[in-house]
C-alpha cells in the first residue's frame, strides 16, 4: 500500500491499533532519513558506537503493540499510572530487544503520550482531526501529573543537569503540552509539503527547526551546553541559508553530519520530535 493511501486510511478508519501502526511508521520515517547530523541512519551510525539502523530495527518490532496499548488506555480514560506502567514495561521490553542499548526511550514517553491523547480524542471526538485536540487532551486529562512529575523528575541528575544551564527538561517539555512538537516541529512539516518540498527534504528541514530551538539534553549530556549551543546554531544557519532546497542544501546537510559526528554530539531529542511531528501528520491526516 502506498503511503499517502495509508495516511487516508488511518485518519478515515482512526482506532487504537492503527494509532499505534502509525507511530511505530512515524518512528520508521525517522530511522530512514538521511542525512541526519550525528543520528543513526539506514546506512551509518551517526555518532554512535552501540547502536545501529538492526539495533533500532529490533527496537521498533518490541514496541509495535506498546503505542496501541496506551492508545487503548486513552481511549478508556486512564490515569497517568496505568501510562506510566505501560511506559516502563515498553521501556523493559526495548532493552531486553537491544540488549541494554536506549534507542527509544524517549519516544516511548513522548509518543506514548501523544498516543493516549489520540485514544482520548477519539472517545471525545470521534477522532483526531486536528492537532489541537491531541494537545488539549494531553493537558486536560494528565496535565497535573504530568507537572507533578516535572518536579519530581527535577531531582534527579537530568533534571538537575537542565537547573543548572538554565534549559528546558524533557519532562517539563511534557508538562508544558510540547511546545516545541507544536508550535515549531509541526507547523514547520506542514509548510514545507505545502510549498512543494518532498517528504524527505520537508522532514529534514523540519529537524533543522526543531534543533535550532529545542534544549535537547542529549546533546547537552555529550557535549555540555557549549555542545548544544553550538547545535542550535548551526542549524539556525542552516535554515537561514535556505534549508534545504536551497542549491547545494543537501550537501550542506551533509557537512553538518559529519561536523556532529566528529564532535559526538546526537540530538535524540530532536530526533524524537520529529518523530512525533511525522506521527501527527498521519493520524490527523494533514500530509
Known amino acids: ?111 506514548g503520550l501523544l498516543c493516549a491523547a489520540a485514544g482520548a480524542a477519539l472517545r471525545e471526538h470521534g477522532g483526531a482531526s486536528h492537532p489541537d485536540q491531541l494537545r488539549d487532551a494531553l493537558r486536560r486529562h494528565w496535565g497535573d501529573a504530568l507537572a507533578k512529575r516535572s518536579r519530581r523528575t527535577s531531582r534527579l541528575p537530568g ?13 517539563e517539555e511534557a508538562a508544558l503540552a510540547f511546545p516545541v512538537l507544536f508550535d515549531t516541529a509541526l507547523p514547520a512539516l506542514t509548510a514545507a509539503l505545502a510549498r512543494g518540498l518532498t517528504p524527505r527534504q520537508a522532514r529534514l528541514d523540519t529537524l533543522f527547526h526543531i534543533m535550532a530551538v529545542l534544549d535537547d539534553s542529549n546533546l547537552a549530556h555529550r557535549g555540555g551546553l ?45 530526533a524524537d520530535t520529529l518523530a512525533a511531528a511525522c506521527w501527527i501528520t498521519r493520524v490527523c491526516g494533514s500530509s
Not at 533534571?159 to 519532562?171: K, Q
Open 159 to 171: 533534571g538537575v543537569a537542565a537547573r543548572r544551564h538554565g534549559l528546558r527538561s524533557a519532562s
Open 226 to 270: 557549549p555542545g548544544l549551543r553550538y547545535a542550535q546554531r548551526v542549524a539556525q544557519e542552516f535554515l537561514d541559508r535556505g534549508g534545504v532546497a536551497r542549491r547545494g542544501g543537501l550537501q550542506a546537510a551533509e557537512a553538518i553530519a559529519d561536523g556532529f559526528v566528529a564532535r559526538r554530539l546526537s540530538p535524540g531529542g530532536a
Open 1 to 111: 500500500m502506498k503511503t499517502s493511501a495509508l495516511r487516508v486510511q488511518l485518519h478515515a478508519q482512526l482506532t487504537p491499533p492503527m494509532i499505534g501502526r502509525a507511530a511505530t511508521l512515524a518512528l520508521h520515517d525517522e530511522l530512514s532519513l538521511a542525512p541526519k547530523p550525528g543520528l543513526v541512519t539506514l546506512v551509518d551510525r551517526g555518532s554512535h558506537d552501540d547502536m545501529d539502523a538492526h539495533t533500532f530495527m529490533r527496537s521498533l518490532f518490541s514496541l509495535r503493540h506498546y503505542f496501541a496499548q496506551i492508545a487503548e488506555a486513552g481511549l478508556g480514560g486512564a490515569e497517568f499510572a496505568v501510562l506510566e506502567r505501560h511506559g516502563i514495561a515498553a521501556e523493559a521490553r526495548m532493552l531486553a530487544a537491544t540488549r541494554g542499548v536506549n534507542t527509544h526511550r524517549g519516544a516511548i514517553f513522548m509518543l
